[in-house]
């Protein structure tokens, strides 16, 4: 019998594809895992022990998920219709606001003019705020979609293709590496790939779901206790596979021979662009303690 007819076929909202077993990506060899729920369609939430990254099994195999980033309802391509710099600059919303946050984080630890790879670049904001800003930034997508609008709307240098395909002649400074590791097969493996691309004591910078958020845990608990029963949508599944906090992140890194720097996390008044006393006196507390439901992770690769 064909391998693929062997798998379970899961119709997920308005995706679609096999499921495999997995176990945690990060410990070696990887302990017996606490089931934190289940959901309807038998898709089980799981904790391991000794590095408690959560993460979902069964999930989509490989080839599942690559199809869910060319699927049309994975991502509005309308918004580009017409798309201008000035209309970007203009909106003033989180599409432009939240590359030049990045930009300002990755320019606190390398100097103008560095190579960067923005990995998992999808439509190129980023690309486009940090060449603005004085580094000398590409991209690299797996998704066909995507990086044709980087490519032929927003005029940036990508590469379509997966990292671990791709060798440049030359390492880059910083590799960046956003909302991303959460969507991957195997992120052990693409962080290998993000340090082969490296130049020595090169940095990466990424953000992930964060399982200590104060939204995830509130809603967890509300979810494991049936007080209120969202299925555990708020983990995101199909697309994300995996829910981070520092402990898993730290371990995950030094693993793969990077060494963690620096942690913060973003509240969405940040990311909003809103200021004020109070809101400055949320914002810090925020991103010091590491309480949105995202987690920002700067690493650098150990010489």
């Not at 019998?1 to 945690?24: D, P």
């Not at 991957?184 to 962080?191: G, H, Q, R, V």
């Not at 596979?241 to 973003?266: A, G, I, Y």
Request: hydrophobic share 35%; glycine share 6%.
């Amino acid at each position: 019998m064909n391998e693929k007819t062997e798998k379970r076929f899961l119709k997920a909202s308005n995706f679609e594809g096999y499921l495999e077993e997995v176990t945690c990506p990060i410990c070696s060899p990887p302990p017996d895992p606490i089931k934190i729920y289940e959901t309807t369609d038998g898709i089980g939430i799981w904790e391991c022990p000794d590095c408690s990254i959560l993460y979902a099994s069964p999930r989509f195999d490989e080839p599942s998920l690559h199809k869910i980033y060319d699927n049309e309802f994975f991502f509005d391509k309308s918004k580009f219709d017409n798309w201008t710099i000035d209309k970007w600059k203009n909106s003033g919303g989180r599409d432009y606001i939240v590359p030049h946050l990045k930009v300002n984080l990755v320019k606190q630890f390398i100097n103008d003019q560095s190579r960067v790879l923005d990995v998992g670049c999808s439509t190129g904001e980023f690309c486009l705020a940090a060449n603005m800003n004085g580094l000398n930034c590409e991209g690299i997508d797996v998704s066909k979609m995507l990086s044709d609008i980087a490519r032929d709307v927003l005029k940036l240098p990508i590469h379509h293709k997966k990292l671990e395909d791709f060798y440049p002649e030359t390492p880059y400074k910083a590799v960046v590496i956003w909302d991303v590791l959460e969507h991957l097969y195997d992120p052990i493996e693409t962080l290998k790939a993000c340090n082969r691309i490296l130049e020595p004591g090169g940095y990466l910078f990424a953000q992930v779901p964060n399982l200590a958020g104060l939204s995830n845990r509130f809603k967890s608990i509300k979810c494991r206790s049936g007080i209120k029963d969202n299925n555990y949508g708020h983990f995101g599944f199909p697309w994300h596979l995996f829910s981070f906090n520092k402990r898993s992140l730290s371990k995950m890194m030094k693993t793969v021979d990077f060494q963690p720097l620096h942690f913060e996390s973003w509240s969405h008044l940040y990311k909003d662009g809103h200021s004020g006393v109070c809101n400055n006196l949320m914002i810090s507390t925020i991103k010091k303690y590491c309480l949105s439901d995202y987690i920002i992770i700067v690493a650098q690769k150990i010489k």
